[in-house]
């Protein structure tokens, strides 16, 4: 009865996880804006900016919130603002209104990458946890590696790439209807929640630092390739969007075998030896995105940065925690706000875009991205 009981909690939970990618849809519904307005590349790189802003200036306060109301309620909350971020496309389609979409749409996802972990935990425990987790993330990656089909589908079908709106509002807020009809026994949260200038004083540690910095560049490089490489295969190959839109999905499914496979691998070797070996597999891909002109070598790169920087976000996060372990609310505050780095590389590949009229701008600063984490190996022990 308890395990039937815990399977009946869990479910509305993975519910919540799968809403949780939505936010990768940023990527390929930043390409679509781009055609649908004629952009440059720096206005429409404004769009995952606006989504990842937010994730720097509501990740502590959330934690507080969390505090006050529940985790459940919390979680809740931010599929709510998510629903109704993916519902203002239907209301009205402007370059106004999908800036305003985009930064609801991150301040959801800031609510529930700080509070949908940690309510897990009430729910199982001891060696489920981990394993609960992983299946949550794996949940999450069905969903960003559908948007793009789904939006292309919506494209043959229908003719409107937007149906992707409201097709992920309704499961949102379907998401937010189950968890809130969820009986879940919270446990007390431990210790007291980091304020601002107590998670930004860590950064006067060198490692901690230099982690921070690992963190910012990894999801520059997750939202920056998901902006990139169809605008490189259009570039190159002279391909619809709604066709060199797969390349997303293609760099969602090879993060979720690297994470899986990272799993067992990290069983067996030590974290150094597979955080060089993710990198050097970063640094080849990003390599060839210089040179590769068939559809063949741009899927291969693609796939390699997927499948690269599937574990390095979970390597550096540990030996941030192992690092100062007396130190862990504050180390997990800053570290959710490293996810911000999103807000700022597309748009600097945006500007370098413009600046040399073509995507390799945008390799440049991604190229810049990885090497920094070249230079980070050395320090992960």
Known sequence: MKSSNSYARIIPVMFAFFSMGFVDLVGIATNYIKEDFMLSDTMANLMPSMVFFWFLIFSVPTGMLMNKIGRRKTVVISLLVTALALLIPVVGYSFTFMLLSFSLLGIGNTLMQVSLNPLVANIVSGDRLASSLTLGQFVKAIASFLAPIIAAWAVITFGDWKMLFPIFGVIAILAAGTLSLTNIKEQPIEGKQSTFSECFSLLGDKLVFMLFLGILVHVGIDVGINLTAPKLLIERMDMTLADAGYST???????????????IILAR????????????????????????????????????????????????????????????????????????????????????????????????VLTICVMYLVVLAPKIK
């Open 249 to 263: 999905s293609l760099y969602f499914l090879f993060r979720t075998l690297g994470c899986f496979s990272g799993a």
């Open 269 to 364: 070797f030590s974290a150094k030896k597979f955080f060089i070996i993710s990198v050097a597999s970063m640094v080849i891909a990003v390599g060839g995105l210089y040179f590769g002109h068939s559809l063949l070598s741009l899927y291969i790169c693609v796939a390699l940065i997927g499948f690269g920087n599937s574990n390095v976000f979970s390597i550096m996060f540990s030996q941030a925690l192992l690092h100062l372990p007396q130190r862990n609310n504050e180390i997990s505050g800053l570290m959710v706000m490293g996810i911000s780095g999103g807000a700022v590389f597309p748009l600097l590949m945006g500007i370098a875009s413009d600046a040399l009229s073509g995507q390799i701008g945008a390799v440049i």
